[in-house]
């Protein structure tokens, strides 16, 4: 019976000389061991320079639309206005994107037969960057309108129901965001 047990143990050592020849475990454990060090200290440092959250959740305070006005420094006239024009230029960041895609792929298509995969390639993540870049003018031109709803309705704390909710029952927001009649 000394037999079988000892060509099971040369067997798991030729393996695990094989497996070291292979990948360097002992090695490449001592790599990892040394190269995680700094990492570690780099994020200590980063968690000390935020300070921890508390236990206990700290409660906002809720301001009425007359003081929320008064904090900004602006008249709600001045505050239309400033969030009317930040509102077309998100809108066109929305819109601009989607319409050069549009040329880009007719033009693709048009030379299709010519073209190679690596530029069908580069064109779609061109597309990708496109549709993300106007996705992100579209949230941006949702939260003026939203912020131009409340100087409207003149409400901004959840007594009021002044909350992103309440406007997202409210109104026709897609609608609303994609106006861009002043």
């Given at each position: 019976m000394n037999k079988p047990d000892s060509r099971l143990q040369r067997g798991l050592k030729a393996s695990t000389?094989?497996?070291?020849?292979?990948?360097p475990l002992s090695e490449t454990r001592r790599i990892a061991q040394v190269s995680i060090r700094p990492w570690r200290t780099l994020m200590n440092r980063v968690q000390g320079l935020y300070p921890q959250k508390s236990e206990k959740?700290?409660?906002?305070?809720?301001?009425?639309?007359?003081d929320a006005v008064r904090d900004s420094g602006f008249t709600p006239a001045q505050l239309q206005q400033q969030y009317r024009a930040s509102k077309y230029r998100w809108v066109c960041v929305f819109i601009l994107p989607p319409g050069l895609l549009v040329l880009l792929m007719g033009a693709l298509l048009f030379n299709a037969h010519t073209l190679p995969m690596?530029?069908?390639?580069?064109?779609s993540f061109f597309a990708l960057i496109g549709m993300a870049v106007s996705?992100?003018?579209f949230v941006r031109a949702l939260i003026c309108e939203y912020r131009l709803w409340q100087l409207r309705?003149?409400?901004?704390?959840?007594?009021?129901?002044?909350?992103?909710?309440?406007?997202?029952e409210e109104t026709a927001w897609i609608k609303k965001t994609l106006n861009i009649k002043r």
């Open positions: 000389y094989f497996l070291n020849i292979l990948l959740k700290q409660g906002t305070m809720s301001l009425s639309w007359q690596m530029i069908w390639i580069k064109a996705a992100l003018g309705e003149k409400r901004v704390s959840k007594e009021e129901r002044g909350e992103f909710r309440a406007f997202l």
